[in-house]
């Protein structure tokens, strides 16, 4: 295993000052953003101590090489298989030295302090115990899934047929986006997404951090309805913004979709009342079919859904994928 920043001590405040945060990042052949990514963190994060803990998943395209030569100061773990998201974050948090962990995806990137904003509206909202912040596009357009609601019977009914679609700014039928919201003001959420996620390590320790079941998606929305029975009210502050380019790891929009259907159902499985599994799982599989009916309808009118058709064929084809729970290591890639 390639490693670096082997001094404990390497932090970006005085020497032998301890971090009160520690940013971790897992890559997976994102060289070039993961790279940008970093250089942002250490660009804009000037008012409090932190480390870099940074798993590197397998990668092929020299990302632990070039990031061991560009920021020797941070931790390395350059691992020879990937293990998913949550359970390399399990790994590097493991190492963590701050008071608080921040999850950061690599394909992101650092705006106007905030990191530092962030740990600032940790402190002034402690009762949350998971913060988060502002996400947006490569174009600095909103992107709405910094947070979202939690799924339930009726959300996946809307889900299913459409309705969070044509009534796309209603809470009542799209609950999960939070409708027209546009998270310009600070609010208690149900889900924080991973890619900007604080939470005090040790409440991480206490929950057992990320369910290894989840490979890809699904990790943190578990982790926050779990972190709900010990207390938690997770928040979102407009104050901390950050862009998020968004599935760079996932390199096929139909891979991508698979892994979501399955940790979307490994949710119902989990968490939706007794009774109402099998309903949930239904309603997925009828988001799954419908689209996989009306994209390629809509493509003999209309050629630029010809993509959208290939992929959710594609979806519904793979359905004994992610028709039981999350996708598991056997079906990485």
Request: with cysteine; aromatic share 12%; hydrophobic share 40%.
């Amino acid at each position: 295993m390639l490693q670096s920043a082997s001094d404990p001590t390497i932090t970006n405040g005085k020497p032998g000052e301890p971090p009160l945060v520690s940013v971790m990042l897992v890559n997976w052949n994102t060289r070039e953003m993961t790279l940008d990514c970093l250089r942002t963190v250490y660009e804009q994060t000037r008012e409090v101590p932190f480390e870099v803990i940074l798993v590197d998943n397998g990668s092929h395209d020299g990302s632990a090489e070039a990031i061991a030569a560009e920021f020797p100061q941070v931790v390395l773990m350059a691992e020879t298989e990937n293990h998913g998201f949550a359970i390399a974050t399990n790994i590097s948090v493991e190492r963590a030295r701050g008071r608080y962990v921040l999850l950061l995806n690599t394909d992101t990137l650092v705006l106007d302090g905030a990191i530092d904003k962030l740990l600032a509206f940790a402190r002034e909202r402690p009762e949350a115990k998971i913060w988060g912040g502002r996400t947006l596009f490569e174009d600095h357009t909103l992107n709405p899934f910094s947070c979202w609601g939690r799924v339930t019977p009726w959300s996946a009914f809307c889900q299913a047929f459409g309705l969070n679609a044509v009534f796309r700014n209603s809470e009542l039928f799209n609950s999960e986006s939070y409708g027209g919201w546009k998270r310009d003001y600070e609010r208690e959420v149900d889900i924080v997404q991973g890619s900007f996620f604080l939470i005090e390590k040790a409440f991480w320790d206490e929950l057992g951090g990320f369910d290894p079941a989840f490979f890809m998606y699904g990790e943190e929305a578990d982790l926050c309805v779990r972190a709900t029975r010990y207390g938690a009210a997770p928040r979102m502050t407009p104050t901390a913004t950050i862009v998020h380019f968004g599935g760079k790891s996932a390199t096929k929009k139909a891979n991508k979709l698979v892994y979501i259907l399955g940790s979307r159902n490994g949710m119902i499985e989990r968490y939706f009342p007794q009774g109402w599994v099998g309903f949930g799982k239904a309603m997925t599989a009828a988001w799954a079919f419908t689209r996989s009916i009306a994209y390629p309808a809509a493509s003999l009118i209309a050629p630029r859904f010809k993509e959208s058709a290939a992929c959710w064929k594609e979806v519904w084809r793979r359905r004994n994928e992610w028709r039981n729970g999350p996708l598991q290591r056997a079906t990485k890639g």
